[in-house]
């Protein structure tokens, strides 16, 4: 079945400490990205990846790190959480131009 | 960059009513408009898309049109169900340097009464 998978589902987590979320498709797209979802402010994009070790800031990059070492994986990296980065994270794939988005299930982050 | 606004925010339609979610654009190389539905828990999907070689489209109870001199597009829903009770999603997307990013707008709750 073609998906793209996300872990965790849920995250509590304490300020400042470091944590990853991992995201994983099976389709082979070469687009991923990754995205927040906060009330009355839609989906925003973080970063993206256009494919392997090629990776771009997205509109609000601050506080995030990603990597590309491989086509299937593209993991989300909190070096230092912050309250203000409570939200609901997407990952999605595509193939490369104007094609149909893949989403994740989503992670459900919450920084105390 | 893009910015994409979309209204409402909310919209609550009775069973078997029309439904219309407006979404305006500022970019205007942005040439592919998709629409997205989000369950509840789940990722948004892809419901129906639009380039800009092309006026409207229907896919069964759903359509979209696109006006580019305006800088906007719409969704509309007739006939509709519960199951069409969700968040919906518009984007824009242009090429160039850009190519493959979405923008998206705020998100519009549908309810649908039954």
């Known amino acids: 079945e073609a998906q793209v998978t996300q872990n965790p589902r849920y995250l509590i987590t304490v300020t400042g400490k470091k944590l990853t979320v991992t995201c994983s498709q099976n389709?082979?797209?070469?687009?991923m990205s990754w995205y927040r979802q906060d009330p009355g402010l839609g989906l925003r994009q973080i970063y993206y990846?256009?494919?392997?070790?090629?990776?771009d800031k997205g509109d609000v990059p601050e506080g995030y790190k990603v990597s590309r070492k491989e086509k299937r994986n593209f993991p989300l990296i909190l070096e230092s959480p912050s309250p203000n980065q409570t939200s609901l994270y997407f990952c999605?794939?595509?193939?490369?131009?104007?094609?149909?988005?893949?989403f994740g299930q989503g992670t459900r982050l919450t920084v105390v | 960059g893009e910015n994409v606004e979309q209204h409402p925010s909310t919209l609550s339609v009775q069973e078997g009513d029309s439904a219309v979610i407006k979404c305006t654009y500022s970019?205007?190389?942005?040439?592919?408009f998709p629409w997205y539905k989000q369950e509840l828990g789940k990722g948004p999907q892809l419901i129906i898309d639009?380039?800009?070689?092309?006026g409207e489209k229907k896919d069964q109870r759903i359509a979209v049109t696109l006006n580019k001199t305006a800088k906007h597009f719409s969704l509309h829903i007739t006939e509709t169900q519960p199951e069409d009770s969700a968040v919906y999603f518009c984007?824009?997307?242009?090429?160039?340097?850009?190519?493959?990013?979405?923008?998206f707008g705020q998100g519009t709750i549908l309810t649908v009464h039954p």
């Open positions: 999605a794939s595509s193939l490369p131009g104007h094609r149909e988005a893949f």
């Open positions: 389709m082979n797209h070469e687009y």
């Open positions: 990846s256009m494919n392997v070790e090629v990776t």
């Open positions: 970019d205007s190389a942005s040439n592919y």
């Open positions: 639009i380039r800009s070689n092309v």
């Open positions: 984007a824009a997307s242009a090429g160039g340097t850009s190519y493959g990013k979405l923008t």
